[in-house]
């Protein structure tokens, strides 16, 4: 999940921003979100009875 | 208005469809042809490798099967990887084995790896438009 969220945030930084700081910020906050979102949701499926 | 037009036809690229068709083919190029280096070579290393760990995590180069529309969505969405997915067939390479503990996975590298090589295409495109 931590290497398809790296491949996937990383060439949507590099489509969406200019600058390689930029590219590199808003890759890492995406990157970030993946992760805590993937793990977040996996949480909630464990806790929910179907 | 008409000054406006000018403008944009100005800087519209002679070559968009073949622009489109290189992006295609190798993932990067058409951003390299455009002048756009640093973002060609991202693609042209990130994608290819993308789509490698999905034939190394025994995904599936899925076939075009009409009968079965989402399989057939899948390979669509497989060729759009380009020249990466001609050389994987060529060498009989993605056959999937569905039994393996990382199959599922491999697919979504792959089916993933040709959707995003389509967003880069389409960028090269607006930007050989002069949208970008």
């Known amino acids: 999940m931590v290497v398809f969220a790296f ?29 805590v979102g993937g793990v977040v949701l996996g949480w ?4 929910l009875p179907f | 208005m008409a000054t406006t037009t000018a403008r944009v036809a100005a800087t519209v690229h002679p070559h968009t469809y073949a622009i489109c068709a290189a992006a295609w083919v190798v993932p990067g190029a058409g951003h ?7 973002k060609g070579i991202a693609f ?4 290819p490798l993308m789509f490698a760990c999905g034939l190394w995590l025994e995904g599936r180069l899925f076939p075009f099967e009409i009968t079965q529309p989402l399989v057939a969505l899948a390979a669509a969405a497989d060729v759009g990887i380009g020249l990466p997915y001609l050389l994987a067939k060529a060498m009989s390479m993605g056959a999937g084995r569905v039994v393996a503990i990382t199959y599922e996975y491999g697919n979504a590298f792959l089916i993933v790896a040709g959707l995003l090589n389509m967003l880069v295409v389409l960028d090269a495109f ?7």
């Open chain 1, 7 to 35: 491949f996937v945030s990383a060439v949507f930084a590099t489509l969406m921003r200019e600058s390689a700081g930029e590219q590199l910020r808003f890759g890492a906050r995406l990157m970030g979100g993946f992760v």
């Open chain 1, 44 to 47: 909630l499926l464990y806790v």
């Open chain 2, 32 to 38: 390299l042809w455009l002048g756009r280096r640093q």
């Open chain 2, 44 to 47: 042209l290393l990130l994608l």
């Open chain 2, 126 to 132: 607006d930007i050989a438009q002069g949208r970008k």
